[in-house]
């Protein structure tokens, strides 16, 4: 008898462990400022999981709005352990809206994440650097993949928001080769034209 319920209870222990392990969805979306002009990182965060390597999976769409022309979809290239410096909870940073057929961002740190559905902090992130960028208006979509594993399922339909972007985060473009040979171009005729008057 006493056998049978240290079994029984083993075997709930282990349930219960193998159930918390597999429990990962993707519940956060932000971005930061890069070194770059014209660059951003962009961040999706999961909240658990199953080892001490998560791979990356998925990608990011970033289409322009409001008059922006940009579109660009990317797959996801770095992993890291903890929470990348630019992100700010509300700023930068946010939060998928609780409930599975939810649509919308939170500005919550997790909290509400961590109280109503016990997980949370966010443990993993993975991120993509998008260049090309001015200021203006961008739509980011988290895309998973087609069948995600448990650590980048996404948590809803709401992981996709339109952020703006304004010139203090991506600053000052680097300009194309097209524009340097107008500029000198024009440089040159006045130069000629100056001389010419002279």
Same mark, same amino acid.
Request: net charge neutral; glycine share 12%; proline share 7%.
């Given at each position: 008898m006493k056998k049978t319920i240290k079994q029984i209870i083993l075997a709930l222990v282990l349930s219960l462990t193998l159930t918390g392990a597999a429990m990962a969805h993707t519940i956060t979306l932000g971005?930061?400022?890069?070194?770059?002009?014209?660059?951003?990182?962009?961040?999706?965060?999961?909240?658990?999981?199953?080892?001490?390597?998560?791979?990356?999976?998925?990608?990011?769409?970033?289409?322009?709005?409001?008059?922006?022309?940009? *579109?660009?979809? +990317?797959?996801? @290239?770095?992993?890291?352990?903890?929470?990348?410096? %630019?992100?700010?909870d509300g700023v930068s940073n946010w939060y998928a809206v609780g409930g599975q057929n939810a649509t919308g961002f939170t500005a919550d740190d997790g909290t509400y994440w961590g109280n109503n559905f016990g997980c949370c902090p966010i443990v993993w992130w993975q991120g993509v650097t998008v260049s090309g960028l001015s200021a203006g208006d961008y739509q980011f979509t988290f895309v998973p993949d087609p069948s995600p594993t448990v650590n980048w399922s996404f948590w *809803?339909?709401? +992981?996709?928001? @339109?952020?703006t972007l304004d010139q203090t985060i991506v %600053?000052?473009?680097?300009?194309?080769?097209?524009?340097?040979?107008?500029?000198?171009?024009?440089?040159?005729?006045?130069?000629?034209?100056?001389?010419?008057?002279?």
């Open positions: 971005f930061e400022a890069t070194a770059t002009p014209g660059s951003v990182d962009i961040w999706a965060g999961t909240y658990s999981g199953h080892s001490t390597y998560v791979p990356t999976e998925g990608s990011v769409n970033v289409v322009g709005v409001n008059g922006t022309i940009f *579109n660009t979809t +990317l797959a996801f @290239t770095t992993p890291i352990l903890s929470k990348p410096t %630019g992100l700010v *809803n339909d709401s +992981l996709n928001g @339109t952020f %600053g000052s473009p680097v300009p194309e080769p097209s524009t340097f040979i107008l500029l000198a171009s024009g440089l040159a005729g006045v130069a000629y034209f100056r001389r010419k008057n002279k």
